[in-house]
């Protein structure tokens, strides 16, 4: 959050896991649920909150209840914005 907030960005965005796709459901889910610990760290650390809005990233694969599960979660931290996270990433 420090390196974030010095670049000085009006956005930045907490940390998140994208896990490849494919990937199993626990694999996924487990990814989620450490998005949404960092989502919490990032707030906590996050000082700059009048110049810089920091967002939440919603994740939780192609499954639609990790999704819904991440969305909740991370509204309920009441970050001034989200992302839609984790939709394009692939295994090459």
Wanted: proline fraction near 3%; charge should be negative; aromatic fraction near 10%.
């Amino acid at each position: 959050m420090e390196i974030e907030e010095a670049l000085g960005a009006d956005i930045i965005m907490s940390f998140d896991e994208c896990c490849p796709y494919p990937s199993s459901y626990e694999y996924t889910k487990q990814s989620m649920e450490r998005t949404t610990r960092w989502a919490v760290r990032c707030k906590e650390a996050h000082k700059n909150t009048e110049n810089q809005a920091l967002f939440g990233i919603i994740q939780g694969g192609f499954y639609e209840d990790l999704r819904k599960k991440s969305a909740e979660d991370l509204i309920n931290l009441d970050f001034p914005g989200y992302a839609i996270g984790g939709i394009s990433v692939r295994r090459t």
